[in-house]
């Protein structure tokens, strides 16, 4: 789960990770006296939404008084935001954060992630601040230092300070960025972080260390333990057929092809796009509706797919393990009348009474196209838009 910056620095803040001061205003009204309170000669009004980039579009400026920050507010308030991570439809803008400026002597990043390689998680840092990571990386990878954590021991001074002489700190500054990458991890940690980016982290002409920016991603499985974090969801900011799936515990998310997909197991759903793309299609999203689905649930699955002008056919392929194969044709049947589906839709199924399933959509006198194999399939919705 994606959560906003003022969001994250709040987070940040608990773990005694330094943040500027900030306030979060909604209307341009509101920010003049927030830079009034901030008190500081300059302060930054920062566009609030759930992607990078933010000041390459034009959501990020400076203001060098109360008067300026609500101009710059009211520019940037109800502006759609256009970044390279929010594609070219962008993002509506309702709030920004006022935030106090400084005087940035070094802009750094540090970066700590989930490495699936080695199943432990991974700090990340570079003296390339303030540019994105994935140009770093690109261009001039030895700039980047990688250190993995071991799970029992976490974050000591010793692996703290081993990052920091890496980032070519001294003095005062190197002091202070130990216990900053210490808490930095502890936040990480306790709050089930899947990412969490300080892009750029800074050193300030007076030697303070602070996050300057903030980006966490929230693992969505440990939500369970982590219900505060629920409080801080923005719907709005997330696809409305994703946020409509979620409601039903459909596991969906939009991509930009036009042959919908409808399959249990995540595993088998990335193969099930591989496989349509390998074919010549376009996979326009990913579903996966577990292994406990029932009637209800393949409607509602149905009606998510429906609900994506850029889809034409739908491709069903269901292992029948725990949902049996017969229980899933009647879920189609029952889904494809009562919605009255007018697309192709092709089904593979194989398992547990695959062959009633079978008849009972041959019988069904629906538009339903009956395959054999991932393959088969493939090529029968390819060929059912063409």
Do not use: W
């Not at 991974?122 to 993995?148: F, H, N, Q, W, Y």
């Not at 099930?272 to 390998?278: S, V």
């Not at 006198?365 to 088969?376: E, H, T």
């Amino acid at each position: 789960m994606k959560i906003h910056e003022y969001q994250a620095k709040e987070i940040l803040a608990k773990y005694n990770v330094p943040v500027p001061r900030g306030i979060l205003v909604d209307h341009k009204n509101q920010a003049a006296e927030a830079a009034k309170t901030l008190g500081t000669p300059v302060v930054v009004v920062k566009a609030q939404i759930h992607a990078g980039g933010r000041g390459k579009g034009g959501g990020v400026k400076l203001a060098k008084s109360p008067k300026e920050a609500e101009t710059l507010a009211g520019q940037i308030l109800g502006m759609t935001l256009v970044t390279p991570q929010t594609g070219p439809e962008g993002r509506l803008v309702k709030k920004v954060l006022i935030e106090e400026g400084m005087a940035i002597a070094k802009e750094l990043y540090l970066g700590i992630v989930v490495d699936r390689a080695t199943s432990r998680v991974l700090i990340m840092a570079s003296e390339a601040g303030g540019m994105e990571i994935e140009e770093v990386a690109a261009a001039t990878p030895e700039k980047i230092l990688k250190e993995t954590v071991d799970p029992v021991i976490g974050v000591k001074p010793f692996l703290a300070r081993k990052i920091a002489f890496g980032l070519n700190l001294e003095g005062e500054a190197l002091k202070k960025m130990v216990p900053f990458i210490i808490n930095l991890y502890n936040s990480f940690i306790k709050e089930d972080c899947a990412m969490l980016e300080i892009n750029p982290l800074v050193i300030t002409e007076d030697n303070r260390v602070l996050a300057l920016d903030a980006k966490v991603t929230i693992d969505d499985n440990a939500l369970f333990r982590q219900k505060h974090i629920l409080d801080y969801r923005d719907t709005d900011e997330e696809d409305p057929l994703e946020v409509e799936a979620s409601a039903y515990h459909l596991n969906y998310i939009k991509l930009d092809g036009n042959i919908a997909c409808m399959v249990n197991g995540a595993g088998l759903a990335m193969a099930t796009m591989d496989i349509i793309k390998h074919t010549g299609g376009e996979p326009a999203n990913f579903l996966d509706v577990g292994g406990g689905a029932n009637e209800e649930m393949i409607e509602n699955g149905f009606r998510i797919l429906l609900g994506d002008k850029n889809v034409k056919a739908i491709l069903i392929n269901i292992f029948g393990g725990i949902l049996r194969c017969d229980i899933l044709a009647r879920g189609v049947i029952a889904a494809s009348q009562k919605l009255n589906v007018q697309i192709p839709i092709v089904v593979r199924m194989e398992g547990t009474n695959m062959e009633e399933g079978h008849r009972l959509l041959e019988e069904s006198g629906l538009r339903l196209i009956v395959a054999n194999g991932m393959k088969d399939a493939a090529k029968k919705v390819v060929k059912s838009i063409q």
